[in-house]
């Protein structure tokens, strides 16, 4: 069958993602410019069999989702960020445990208040390091309404397959923003499903390291018992204070994800076969780089784009890729300086960069990145 054309703002194209991928459990807490997410699970949960809780606050329904999802259900919520500040010792509860779930943050301005209603991406370093201690994390970030809908199938399906929270940035523009988007009757992205046990309901150990990186999660309620605890825990789940055990847990949570790089990370590139000048933006950002890139090509100057996909991790192998090739990098986001120190990391020195940085409550204009590859050419 022909799929169904609507136009739809990232939000509602955000929503149709996670049905799709199977969410039936949401909680959370009105907040601007996530609210429409929110808003249309209300109403769309019920009729596939799910639930909606409207919770009293964002620490609430982390842990809502939390619970949810050990249930075995695919739970998701959504926040902008004073509530994502909120979330964070629940996700770090979410990481260590290592209980699937789906955390869509729609940044605004900040930090507190800030601009509830402008666009910005200052929460870029908060998503790989809001929550304390040593942990790994997965973050996507969409550029266009459409990928807002597949990228939510593929937060969920990555979420399911490493048995870890994801969190899907997107700006204030790309959530509000309307596009067309096609909804396949049938999802063209595989929908993953959480590893299940396959021993006895006695002999299973929900962190057993002989199972692989990735223990099979059983069910609360399905007669598996078991616990769960943000102490540091051995495979049983009970807490640990023995060094060697503590080891082996730190280790695998973060070599599920280091493993498993070319599943995770994703990327996209223009013009960059021969690039003199490489441009590197993301979310709303790389739409006002991917203009500059092409206005500055009809004046002769050979600019490319590079748009990181998967945020974190951070792509490495994206920098390293081009840094030799390039005679400059002009790095723009909308913030004072956050993602560009990672790329600055990996170009290990190979090629100058430019920051366009800006933290105003605007989106980053095509001719202010043309400007800067002007500069720098």
């Avoid at 703002?9 to 199977?22: D, H, I, K, S, T």
């Avoid at 990370?265 to 590197?280: F, N, P, Q, S, Y």
């Avoid at 993602?339 to 940085?357: D, F, S, T």
Wanted: glycine share 8%; aromatic share 6%; net charge negative.
């Amino acid at each position: 069958m022909s799929p169904t054309v609507k136009l739809l703002q990232g939000n509602e194209a955000c929503v149709e993602g996670a049905l799709a991928a199977g969410v039936k459990f949401f909680a959370g807490y009105p907040i601007t410019p996530s609210t429409e997410i929110a808003e249309l699970l209300a109403e769309r949960l019920p009729l596939v069999g799910g639930r909606f809780m409207q919770m009293e606050d964002e620490i609430a329904s982390m842990a809502a989702v939390i619970g949810a999802s050990l249930t075995g259900t695919k739970a998701m919520t959504a926040t902008s960020g004073p509530g994502f500040s909120l979330k964070q010792e629940n996700l770090g509860f979410a990481i260590f445990t290592e209980i699937p779930c789906v955390v869509v943050n729609v940044m605004r301005g900040g930090p507190s208040t800030g601009l509830p209603t402008s666009p910005a991406q200052g929460d870029v370093m908060q998503a790989r390091w809001g929550t304390h201690g040593d942990h790994p994390v997965i973050a996507v970030y969409p550029a266009s309404v459409p990928e807002a809908y597949e990228l939510t199938i593929k937060a969920f399906n990555l979420s399911e397959k490493y048995r870890t929270p994801v969190i899907m940035l997107m700006d204030e523009v790309v959530g509000h923003m309307r596009e067309k988007v096609e909804l396949p009757d049938v999802p063209q992205i595989p929908i993953e499903e959480r590893p299940r046990p396959t021993v006895s309901k006695e002999n299973y150990l929900p962190y057993d390291n002989n199972q692989g990186d990735v223990p099979p999660l059983a069910n609360f309620g399905d007669g598996y018992h078991f616990h769960v605890t943000g102490l540091t825990h051995d495979q049983t789940g009970f807490p640990t204070s023995a060094p060697a055990k503590a080891k082996v847990l730190y280790e695998r949570l973060h070599r599920k994800i280091e493993n498993n790089l070319d599943d995770i990370l994703m990327w996209e590139t223009k013009d960059m076969e021969d690039a003199e000048i490489g441009v590197l933006a993301y979310g709303s950002t790389a739409r006002s780089a991917a203009r500059a890139v092409s206005l500055a090509r009809e004046q002769g100057i050979k600019a490319g784009l590079m748009r990181p996909i998967t945020i974190w991790p951070f792509p490495e192998k994206l920098i390293t890729q081009y840094a030799s090739q390039l005679k400059s990098l002009v790095v723009a986001e909308m913030n004072l300086g956050q993602y560009v120190n990672e790329v600055e990391r990996a170009a290990q020195g190979q090629v100058p960069i430019k920051r366009v940085l800006q933290a105003n409550g605007e989106l980053i204009r095509p001719d202010t990145i043309l400007q800067a590859i002007m500069e720098v050419k």
